[in-house]
């Protein structure tokens, strides 16, 4: 069997969601008791095309807007962040969707690693909307995000 494109993921791999359920027993000691959504790839990249040029949003800011969306206590933050590099992914697939992925960002404001090019076209993208960034870590590289003032 041939290995779906991140198109074909994105459109078809995850029928049943969005999944509304308790947070499991293994997931309440970090993020606490109550309902959590999983979401589907199509919701998330509607979020990612409502984010308007020159702004970001985090994992964490995603999140929040989805479980207010669906009125639970949380957007599970794994599949969220497995199913955002799904659709930056399939962005690139497609040429001609136009959905701008590389204004989300890490939990913490940096260029996700996982993304298409990454770290160099998301930086190069955002650097055309006004962006900078700084360089953190010893050990473990990465950048956050600056808006130029």
Same mark, same amino acid.
């Given at each position: 069997?041939?290995? *779906? @494109?991140?198109? /074909?993921? &994105? ?7 969005? #999944?509304? %359920? ?6 309440? *000691? @970090?993020?606490? /008791?109550? &309902? ?7 919701? #998330?990249? %509607? ?7 020159? @702004? ?14 669906? %009125? ?7 599949? @969220? ?69």
């Amino acid at each position: 069997m041939a290995k *779906k @494109t991140y198109q /074909e993921q &994105m459109h078809h791999s995850y029928p049943d969601h969005p #999944i509304v %359920k308790p947070i499991p027993d293994s997931m309440v *000691k @970090t993020w606490g /008791e109550g &309902m959590q959504v999983l979401p589907s790839p199509l919701e #998330i990249r %509607k979020v990612m095309r409502s984010i308007p040029k020159g @702004t970001v949003m985090t994992t964490v800011e995603l999140c929040e807007r989805l479980a207010k969306k669906h %009125k639970v206590d949380m957007a599970c933050p794994y599949t @969220t962040g497995i199913l955002m590099n799904i659709v930056a992914k399939a962005v690139e697939e497609d040429n001609s969707d136009d959905t701008p992925w590389w204004r989300t960002l890490g939990s913490k404001g940096e260029i996700k690693g996982s993304y298409p090019n990454a770290p160099e076209e998301q930086m190069a993208l955002l650097e055309a909307e006004g962006f900078s960034f700084v360089k953190k870590g010893k050990k473990c590289v990465y950048w956050i995000i600056e808006r130029d003032a």
